[in-house]
């Protein structure tokens, strides 16, 4: 092989690494779920088709907002460890795409309340959190700030972790 | 486009399959090749190494956990946890690999890993779930689920594909000295991962940490390729 196309495949690297430098990713303006950003506007849908503003769902409390939906197997593996690891200080929100029927009825196998499961009909609320991968959980901490997030299942001593964290965070 | 990480084939999630559909490619080729043992050694520790460091280090954390639940290993979180567990594990076994077959490894060896394992990433790739920024270009959005952005790890697939269609033409058409092969893959590489980070959302300074395993790539290619 000629030292030519050596020289080519070089040019060509350094190129589309220096188009790296210079074409760089506008900055996100407003929310972008990311830790410190607040989650208190962003309204998900309750059963009977209101719109809530999550900081009225959260009222003062650490929470667990967790994005799931009924096909998900990995998220019916952890939804029972969900409601075990809520203390009486934090809350839990379950959010989804399903219809609020037949996602209410699943959760009944599971023993876990309907009030918990809130909706996204027209998937705002995931886009604005940029949920790809379900199960995906943000902790929230008792003004509503994203002190972390994660993405898949969680095993109970992660959850645990993540709300303990959620409910010392005191970040304003 | 499809969001990978939502598509599931039986209780598998697309990522898993085609990882098993890509080690299944590499192992094939490397039989119509007749690559040395050494070689398939090498890919077996790198994908057993892996994975068994990713879930292992998952079990580490909470052992009981996965003592009564082992069906849930098939789902573990996407952290850097586990990336660090993967890579330790597919480190440590290349290292037994490399120090078991000391004395016969060869130049030509790294030309029958890459003409396996390009095709095998490309494929594979088609699981990944990077996902670049917003966008509505036709094919490479993805438009289920009212999401609409870039499908970088379709555009990063296709990219590896042509990288493949490149070296397995000049294995066929050129007279090569050993290793010039795996320069060219290690180069291509580089490009086409650089090229796909240009449509996702993170950023670095001045490059990710991506972007600079690229450099890597590049410099151990370019060195590679002068023979």
């Keep these: ?172 | 486009m499809y969001i990978p990480s939502q598509v599931l084939l039986g209780p598998l999630p697309l990522f898993n399959v085609l990882l098993i559909a890509a080690a299944a490619l590499a192992f094939v080729l490397q039989e119509r090749m007749k690559a040395p043992g050494r070689v398939q050694d090498l890919l077996w520790a790198l994908i057993l190494g892996g994975l068994l460091g990713d879930k292992g280090i998952y079990i580490a954390t909470d052992p009981a956990y996965f003592v009564h639940n082992p069906s849930h290993l098939i789902f573990t979180p996407e952290s850097r946890l586990g990336l660090w567990g993967a890579a330790a594990g597919a480190g440590l076994a290349l290292l037994s690999v490399l120090v078991y077959h000391r004395k016969r490894w060869a130049l030509s060896d790294l030309d029958a890993i890459a003409l396996t394992v390009s095709p095998a990433l490309a494929l594979w790739a088609m699981g990944f779930n990077w996902i670049g920024v917003a966008t509505r270009i036709p094919l490479l959005t993805i438009a289920t689920r009212h999401l609409n952005h870039f499908a970088t790890y379709f555009l990063w697939a296709i990219l590896m594909a042509v990288g493949s269609g490149v070296i397995w033409i000049l294995r066929r058409s050129h007279s090569l000295k050993p290793g010039q092969i795996a320069g060219v893959f290690l180069m291509t590489t580089a490009i086409t991962t650089v090229l796909a980070s240009l449509t996702a959302a993170s950023r670095g300074n001045p490059f990710t940490s991506l972007q600079w395993v690229a450099v890597v790539l590049a410099l151990a290619g370019y060195r590679l390729m002068g023979g």
């Design chain 1, 1 to 172: 092989m000629r030292n030519v196309w050596r020289n080519v495949l070089g040019a060509v690297f350094v190129l589309v690494l220096a188009l790296a430098v210079v074409i760089r990713p506008s900055a996100h303006q407003g929310f972008t779920a990311q830790v410190g950003q607040s989650v208190g506007n962003i309204a998900v849908v309750s059963a009977s088709g209101q719109s809530v503003a999550l900081a009225r769902l959260l009222d003062h409390h650490a929470a667990l907002i967790n994005f799931w939906a009924t096909w998900c197997p990995a998220c019916r593996m952890e939804l029972p460890n969900l409601t075990a690891a809520v203390t009486p200080a934090s809350r839990l929100l379950l959010v989804s795409q399903g219809s609020a029927g037949s996602t209410s009825a699943f959760l009944g196998r599971y023993h876990i309340p309907s009030r918990l499961s809130w909706y996204d009909p027209d998937g705002h609320v995931f886009n604005a959190f940029f949920v790809t991968t379900l199960p995906t959980s943000y902790f929230v901490n008792r003004n509503g700030i994203i002190v972390s997030k994660i993405v898949g299942p969680m095993t109970p001593a992660l959850l645990r972790q993540n709300l303990a964290a959620a409910e010392q965070n005191q970040e304003d």
